[in-house]
Nanobody
Framework: VQLVESGGGSVQAGGSLRLSCTFSGVTGRDYYMGWFRQAPGLEREGVACIAADGTIKYAGSVEGRFTIAQENVEKTLYLHMNNLQPEDTAMYFC???????????????????????WGQGTQVTVSS
């Protein structure tokens, strides 16, 4: 599995960015995927995840502002981020995990320990 993020950058508060994660070795209903972020000195935080059947979970801090979307034909995972705030500043990572036979297709996780494939990250900086 290979994951490559892009789309990070610097924006002012209230602005928008779209992060992309191109993936290979991931097949639709066999994996769940997610976006994480990590600010300096803080633990990695699960922002959003998408299950094999498309079920989505968001962190409360981003719900209503961020949208995760998976395009299997394009082999790309997106994170659309609107109304960005300085507290959203972090390195953003894409992650994937093959679903075990005991994991329901509607299940995904925002815990980093539940993922074993990671991209290199893309930096998002929001200024006030």
């Amino acid at each position: 599995v290979q994951l490559v993020e892009s789309g990070g950058g610097s924006v002012q508060a209230g602005g928008s960015l779209r992060l992309s994660c191109t993936f290979s070795g991931v097949t639709g209903r066999d994996y769940y995927m997610g976006w994480f972020r990590q600010a300096p000195g803080l633990e990695r935080e699960g922002v959003a995840c998408i299950a094999a059947d498309g079920t989505i979970k968001y962190a409360g801090s981003v719900e209503g502002r961020f949208t995760i979307a998976q395009e299997n034909v394009e082999k790309t995972l997106y994170l659309h981020m609107n109304n960005l705030q300085p507290e959203d500043t972090a390195m953003y990572f894409c992650a994937a995990r093959r679903r075990s036979p005991y994991t329901s297709v509607w299940w995904c996780s925002r815990a980093s320990s539940d993922f074993d494939n990671w991209g290199q990250g893309t930096q998002v900086t929001v200024s006030s």
